[in-house]
């Protein structure tokens, strides 16, 4: 099942940004930033989740997405990586990023991988089984325990301090996990919700125009 995926910014970047979307958004929610962004240099990736966003009903909602389904009832300091859709998801996003070096010409170590709520869950966990530049983890969460990340890379982390989607507390047990692993994280709360405000875009341009990918 490949990804459908959107694109942006500089088609002869030399280096990459790939943004996952959170739970039933899809790649055109995320893709509306990268005017904001105004990074010079850089491709933009944005690829949709494989799986359809299910609603009461279980009717899938017009356009929505999902990286895997949540519980009615849904506890984020359990760890849920258990989950079919989460494993056939993570295999899929695992593969296409390991096959970007051939599509685009820009290695990982030049690449870039952030995500928002459920996307940036997704980030955490298969990014550290890949060499990137760097990461970005905006309003998100863990599947369970951080892996230990094949490379060093600065991580941002971001996340409101009214968020009613992603506890609070959630930023602090990554930043608290991120750092026991010896990387360099980025820490920002600012006074908003779950959702993507211009505070969280400015800190991301700074923090991808000044990751070291030469």
């Known amino acids: 099942m490949p990804l459908h995926v959107l694109s942006a910014g500089d088609p002869t970047g030399k280096h990459l940004l790939v943004l996952l979307h959170g739970w039933g958004a899809n790649a055109q929610d995320v893709a509306g930033i990268a005017p904001y962004m105004q990074l010079d240099n850089y491709q933009l990736l944005f690829p949709d989740a494989p799986h359809p966003h299910q609603v009461a009903g279980g009717m899938a909602a017009p356009g929505g997405k999902m990286w895997y389904a949540l519980p009615a009832i849904f506890d984020f300091d359990q760890p849920f990586n258990h989950q079919a859709d989460l494993q056939e998801s993570r295999q899929l996003l695992l593969d296409w990023l390991k096959d970007l070096p051939n599509t685009t010409g820009i290695p990982l170590e ?105």
């Open 110 to 214: 030049k690449t870039i991988l952030g995500g928002f709520s459920q996307g940036g869950a997704m980030a955490l966990d298969v990014g550290m089984e890949l060499p990137l530049a760097g990461m970005l983890i905006l309003s998100g969460y863990s599947h369970g325990p951080i892996a230990t990340p094949i490379t060093p890379r600065p991580v941002l982390l971001v996340h409101g301090r009214q968020d009613p989607v992603v506890p609070i507390n959630q930023a602090h047990k990554n930043k608290s996990a991120l750092g026991e692993l010896s990387l360099d994280v980025d820490y920002h709360e600012f006074m908003m919700g779950h959702e993507i405000s211009l505070q969280v875009l400015e800190a991301a341009q700074h923090f991808c125009a000044h990751v070291y990918t030469n």
